[in-house]
Nanobody, 123 residues
Framework: QVQLVESGGGLVQAGGSLRLSCAATGRTFSTYTMGWFRQAPGKEREFVLG????????YYSDSVKGRFTISRDNAKNTVYLQMNSLKPEDTAVYYCAASRFLGARHASEYSYWGQGTQVTVSS
C-alpha cells in the first residue's frame, strides 16, 4: 500500500516556475514507477511525465518536453515535478501516481493516486 500527498501548487504568472512535491508513505516506494498527471476543467486526465523506480529513466509528454522535469529521492520517499516556462494552458490539477509498470503512461496502469494540487497560470 502506498499513500501519496502532493504539495507545492499555487498561482503563478506565465513564464514563471513552480516545483511540486509528492510525498509517499510505505516502505516500497523505491520499487514503483512514479508519474505525474494533470486534469484541466472539462478535460480528461492526461499523462505528463514518468520516472522509473531507480530514477535512471524518465519520459515525457510532448506538451511539456523541455519545460518540465521529474526527479525522485528514494531516501526521502518523494518525487518532484519542476515546472519552468509555465503557460496558461498548463493550468490544471496535478496528480502524482504510482505504478508497477515500467514506462507506464496510461492512468489505468497506475494503482495509487494522490489527492491532487491545483496549479493556475495567469496570462
Amino acid at each position: 500500500q502506498v499513500q501519496l500527498v502532493e504539495s507545492g501548487g499555487g498561482l503563478v504568472q506565465a513564464g514563471g516556475s513552480l516545483r511540486l512535491s509528492c510525498a509517499a508513505t510505505g516502505r516500497t516506494f523505491s520499487t514503483y514507477t512514479m508519474g505525474w498527471f494533470r486534469q484541466a476543467p472539462g478535460k480528461e486526465r492526461e499523462f505528463v511525465l514518468g520516472i522509473s523506480a531507480s530514477g535512471i529513466s524518465t519520459y515525457y509528454s510532448d506538451s511539456v518536453k523541455g519545460r518540465f522535469t521529474i526527479s525522485r529521492d528514494n531516501a526521502k520517499n518523494t518525487v518532484y515535478l519542476q515546472m519552468n516556462s509555465l503557460k496558461p494552458e498548463d493550468t490544471a490539477v496535478y496528480y502524482c501516481a504510482a505504478s508497477r509498470f515500467l514506462g507506464a503512461r496510461h492512468a489505468s496502469e497506475y494503482s495509487y493516486w494522490g489527492q491532487g494540487t491545483q496549479v493556475t497560470v495567469s496570462s
